[in-house]
């Protein structure tokens, strides 16, 4: 069972934070924390360039997560057919920007060799932006799948690994 004040953290490339931003969405599979309570994307140096409202490499915001539903891979193939939201995400005020994401996270995984898995779909809410931004300061090169902290960790961190228990 997840803490109340979990963070699962992860790399995000320029075509995750798109989706992050505009679909207010992740997509994970089996090694990625099943129920965070929080999600901070970790932006890549890629979005430096390639997004530019990102600003800068790091962990820069946090979303609450709204809930988490898996589904099968065949299923993230077929799209919209394939997905059945309850009726607590479809009603939800984000449900129009989540079908963006859902869209994207399909498109992606028509496009490039997703694991033909279960996958983890996380609806999250708006974005809340930290105080400063995270860095990895050379310390890992690339964040393990799972990795998570606590959202006061988060907070108070300007290194990743401020956020080691």
């Known amino acids: 069972m997840a803490r109340d004040d979990e963070v699962m953290i992860q790399d995000v490339n320029p075509l995750n934070a798109q989706i992050y931003l505009d679909g207010y969405m992740y997509v994970g599979g089996p090694k990625h924390i099943p129920r965070p309570s929080y999600f901070a994307p970790y932006f890549t140096k890629d979005c430096e360039a390639r997004v530019p ?10 979303s609450k997560v709204f809930t988490v539903q898996e589904i099968d891979h065949a299923d993230l193939l077929r799209y919209p057919e394939g997905f059945g939201p309850d009726s607590q995400i479809r009603a939800h005020e984000y449900w129009n920007r989540w079908q963006r994401g859902m869209k994207a996270i399909a498109k992606r995984a028509r496009e490039e060799p997703f694991q ?5 779909l996380y609806f999250l809410l708006e974005p809340i932006q930290l105080s400063g931004i995270v860095k990895k300061r050379g310390w890992l090169s690339q964040i393990p799948w799972g990795f998570g902290t606590t959202l006061e960790r988060l907070k ?5 690994r401020d956020l080691k228990p």
Do not use: D, F, M, N
Not at 116 to 120: D, I, Q, R, S
Not at 156 to 160: E, S
């Open 53 to 62: 409202e990102i600003g800068e490499t790091g962990i820069a915001c946090y």
């Open 116 to 120: 033909p898995e279960v996958h983890l």
């Open 156 to 160: 108070r961190a300007r290194r990743l």
